[in-house]
């Protein structure tokens, strides 16, 4: 799959709240009330990951989950990685 240029990358970011670029990957922290509720996350996180055949990195610290993302195989960001963000946010929801 084809890397972004910058002006993709940016333009992707503009719909994507909480999103931020960290050189070649995109990162967000989800926030949730219980442990229970964020693992519970992290589950729909793996079924979405599966489903799509792209793995975020996830580090949990007790009810934050932060998920990166970069398309390791191309070498940078791909439109997996904001289609991916966009499904993330949704199952946040």
Not at 21 to 32: C, N, P, S
């Amino acid at each position: 799959m084809e890397v972004l240029d910058d002006a993709a990358v940016q333009s992707a970011l503009r719909e994507l709240p909480g999103w931020t670029r960290d050189a070649d990957e995109i990162v967000k922290t989800f926030e949730f009330d219980t442990f229970p509720s964020a693992i519970a996350f992290v589950d729909r996180v793996a079924e979405a990951a599966e489903a799509a055949n792209h793995h975020p990195d996830v580090d949990i610290r007790y009810s934050k989950i932060t998920c990166r993302l970069t398309s390791h195989d191309s070498g940078g960001l791909t439109e997996k990685d904001t289609s991916l963000a966009k499904r993330l946010d949704q199952l946040a929801s």
